[in-house]
């Protein structure tokens, strides 16, 4: 999003214009741009957030764009608008904005959108746009959480046994079956839900949250799986690892390891079947804080600090920083990979590096 009128990001004294770019992989050169909207922003944001902090997501035939309160977008690989489904902007906690991708499964773009007025989980048709069904989330546990807005995108998750959608929602994760019906909930976990929940090795891993445990859930898991006051298991939980639970970067598994990384710096390592700790130290002393969630090839972790220094940690039993890199850019996105390129967003750049 970029301001036209003012420098101050206040909604209603800003007007913005909403870009899609496309840029090619090689060179980086713009291929297309497309403005898709323009006026005031419909929600406020958080100082670590923008207006448009969804992820596009892509079949390889459309891009489908969503922005919370404005709605969702369809365009084919020139930049054409194809189709566009409106939707209400909603409260969020202290106009902090929004933060949850739409994901892809089948004909089916599926989002989360947990506010404080009334969140729901909906499908939409990605040939029209047309919402295929829409689920209200009931979240409220006996105490009452305190907030009800949450940032965590939807993850797909298909076993043996079925395909879900978990999703991650203030105090508690919920799995609906692909028509919107619940299937499980895992309560006692964070108020402020960021990171996404992800599968290896037949185990879902659902992120507590800072302060939080880590739990590793089997498939096939059916109603209230929480586990009971002072026990950290439960017939469908395979483990968890206290406090290994984060606040902004999602865990990595690589290796036999899960690798995790507090916004602090703490980096540790669990063992992924187990969810024994392996080891746990600090990156650096010197390292800042960290928004962007770890990535890992070629036997190392990489850590993205937000001042732009990238920490390479040998993957295995035992700590060791092999080296740090540094972009000399804000940094708070997290990177992608495709193909041999591993591409960066930082403040004023995007990277491609082979």
């Not at 992989?25 to 902090?53: A, I, Q, V």
């Not at 506010?115 to 009931?138: C, S």
């Not at 993850?155 to 508690?172: A, D, K, L, Q």
């Not at 590793?216 to 002072?230: L, N, Q, R, S, W």
Request: aromatic content about 12%; charged content about 25%; overall charge positive.
């Amino acid at each position: 999003a970029k301001i036209q009128e003012r420098d101050i990001e206040m909604p209603h004294e800003v007007t913005l214009h909403y870009f899609l770019y496309c840029l090619d992989l090689r060179s980086g050169r713009t291929l297309w741009r497309t403005e898709y909207h323009t006026g005031r922003p419909p929600m406020g944001r958080h100082r670590k957030n923008s207006f448009t902090s969804e992820t596009p997501i892509t079949d390889g035939r459309h891009v489908y764009v969503y922005t919370a309160g404005l709605g969702l977008y369809a365009f084919d690989l020139n930049g054409k608008l194809r189709w566009k489904t409106p939707l209400e902007p909603q409260p969020i906690y202290l106009d902090f904005g929004t933060g949850a991708s739409p994901v892809l499964h089948n004909n089916a773009l599926i989002l989360v959108f947990d506010n404080e007025k009334q969140g729901f989980l909906a499908a939409f048709d990605k040939r029209t746009g047309k919402q295929l069904w829409r689920t209200p989330r009931d979240l409220k546990e006996d105490s009452g959480p305190k907030r009800r807005s949450g940032w965590a995108t939807p993850y797909i998750w298909t076993t043996h046994t079925r395909t879900e959608i978990v999703t991650n929602g203030p105090s508690t994760v919920v799995s609906y079956d692909l028509e919107g019906r619940e299937l499980w909930r895992l309560r006692g976990l964070s108020g402020t839900p960021i990171a996404m929940p992800f599968a290896a090795n037949g185990l879902l891993y659902v992120n507590g949250g800072p302060g939080k445990r880590l739990y590793a859930v089997k498939e096939g898991a059916t109603g209230d799986i929480t586990p009971p006051d002072g026990r950290d298991t439960s017939p469908h939980i395979a483990w968890s690892a206290e406090r290994a639970g984060t606040y902004l970067p999602t865990q990595v598994i690589y290796q036999g390891g899960v690798y995790v990384l507090t916004e602090k710096g703490i980096f540790a390592r669990y063992d992924a079947a187990t969810g024994k700790l392996t080891y746990k130290s600090r990156l650096d002393p010197d390292a800042g804080a960290f928004t962007s969630s770890p990535w890992a090839y070629n036997g190392r972790i990489f850590c993205l600090s937000e001042e732009g220094k990238t920490y390479v940690v040998k993957a295995g039993d035992n700590f060791e920083l092999l080296a740090t890199n540094d972009l000399a850019d804000m940094a708070q996105a997290t990177p992608a990979i495709v193909g041999n390129r591993l591409l960066l967003r930082t403040e004023t750049k995007v990277w491609a590096i082979q």
